[in-house]
């Protein structure tokens, strides 16, 4: 069944050409079919940063738009998503104290802001420990992704968010509250009992009677790139193997994954997302 050329987009997919396939890992993607990638800024660490302020992100930004720009040579659309991941909390208030911690994270989210007003990203990503964590940390936690929501608010931006599995229902007050649009909040990793934007795993059991309901959510694969951990969480040809998959099984029309592939990561990003 030869199916008709539509975008399929990633959501959430990180490309490293240090620690994992860089770009024969985007390769795959364009060879499967991929389009279109939101590439995803990894954790300081990844990029031998420990923050002591919050310019110290401007490395791993940077670098992050180097790999991009290498993307793009391979004929592949990319979207840069900056930002500050959540687990940085625990890492540097072990370091620094978790007050000092906070107020870096909050800094290198402003920073991200930069690039953002710039244009050279289209997203913020934040979000808060998935993992069990003291009060105060959780706390902290919200500070900072608050924040993260305060400057979207601003720049009419999206903001992707690393959170614990769930409904995360008391991020849409948060988001409220600072003039940020809900609809433009994404679960990473989402699930559809979230009133957030879900980004579903391409292999997500739900997708096909998500798309049927009327749903909008966009796919990811939040393929790490790291060859300590080849394949996870799902490698690169996920999303656009599993599309097509649904398609020709005909679990959902071709009509449907345009919405998903296109009609709503433009409307959430507020990013063109065309063939060439």
């Known amino acids: 069944m030869k199916l008709p050329a539509i975008p399929l987009t990633d959501d959430h997919i990180h490309i490293d050409p ?25 954790p300081s660490w990844s990029h031998g940063v420990t923050p002591r302020k919050g310019s110290d992100y401007r490395k791993v ?46 800094e290198g989210l402003t920073v991200a802001a930069g690039y953002v007003s710039e244009g050279l990203a289209v997203a913020l990503k934040s979000g808060r420990p998935h993992y069990e964590v003291s009060e105060d940390v959780q706390n902290a936690s919200d500070e900072v992704l608050f924040h993260a929501l305060s400057l979207a608010g601003r720049l009419s931006c999206a903001v992707q968010v690393h ?44 997708i096909a009677d998500m798309a049927c309901r009327g749903r909008r959510f966009t796919l990811e694969s939040d393929y790490m790139d790291e060859n300590s951990r080849p394949g996870a969480v799902t490698g690169p040809k996920s999303v656009p193997r599993f599309t097509k998959k649904l398609i020709e099984t005909g679990r959902i029309t071709v009509e449907q994954a345009y919405i998903i592939h296109a009609e709503t990561p433009e409307t959430v990003y507020g990013v063109e997302i065309e063939l060439s």
């Open 163 to 206: 959170a614990e599995t769930g409904p995360c229902t008391d991020i849409i007050d948060m988001a409220r509250k600072v003039g940020a649009d809900p609809s433009r909040v994404v679960k990473h990793y989402g699930s559809p009992d979230t009133p957030l934007h879900p980004s579903l795993i391409a292999t997500h059991e739900e």
């Open 18 to 42: 240090v620690h994992g396939r860089g770009l024969d890992a985007a390769r795959d993607f364009m060879k499967a079919g991929g389009t279109h990638l939101f590439l995803v800024s990894k």
């Open 61 to 106: 930004f940077d670098e992050t738009l180097v790999v991009a720009d290498g993307i793009r040579d391979t004929g592949l659309v990319v979207f840069p998503v900056l930002g500050v991941h959540p687990a940085e909390i625990t890492r540097l208030a072990d370091e620094i104290g978790l007050e000092r911690a906070a107020s870096i994270m909050k």
